[in-house]
């Protein structure tokens, strides 16, 4: 079975300041990792994702994740968050072999930035 | 751009009501999934379907079923609507291959009196 932990519900920023949104996995093998965004009344946008290859994984609207196989970790991170970044956010793994590309999400953490 | 849309953003019906859902998407993927959204539980997978009238129980498929007949429309049906069906509903979809991310709807809010 596979599945995902955010560990918090929500993480309170200041603009300029980095962001970070954590995420640990549990998968059977290899993960295919991924973070998407959720803006209000929207559906979920994709940020970036990580399939194989290096570690650092540079995504959209300036964000980036780091892969750690050995904490089994994907964090989410932008160096300067803006207040548009606020939104809620979702990590989600796949496993090699999860039967039709099936997705697993974490419960998401929503992300304040105050100007 | 790939676009993957739903029927209604919102919809009420009452309790015992059979409810249809539809999805439709115009990039001839092979996958399509339905999710519900809750606070604090993210996104559960209730079915998905990786063919034409092919489909695959998720995680929580009680009290819901799909339809697939043709390969862009994916349709959730709400046999008998309750009130802890009141939810977001989220479709996707993706290729086939598995480097590929899913590709959501705008969601569609259902409430249930």
Known sequence: AQSVAQPEDQVNVAEGNPLTVKCTYSVSGNPYLFWYVQYPNRGLQFLLKYITGDNLVKGSYGFEAEFNKSQTSFHLKKPSALVSDSALYFCAVRGLRAAGNKLTFGGGTRVLVKP | ?113
């Open chain 2, 1 to 113: 751009d790939v676009k993957v849309t739903q029927s209604s953003r919102y919809l009420v019906k009452r309790t015992g009501e059979k409810v249809f859902l539809e999805c439709v998407q115009d990039m001839d993927h092979e996958n399509m999934f339905w999710y519900r959204q809750d606070p604090g539980l993210g996104l559960r997978l209730i079915y998905f379907s990786y063919d034409v009238k092919m489909k695959e129980k998720g995680d929580i498929p009680e009290g819901y079923s799909v339809s697939r007949e043709k390969k862009e429309r994916f349709s959730l049906i709400l046999e008998s609507a309750s009130t802890n069906q009141t939810s977001m509903y989220l479709c996707a979809s993706s290729p086939s291959w598995r480097s590929y991310e899913q590709y959501f709807g705008p969601g569609t809010r259902l409430t249930v009196t």
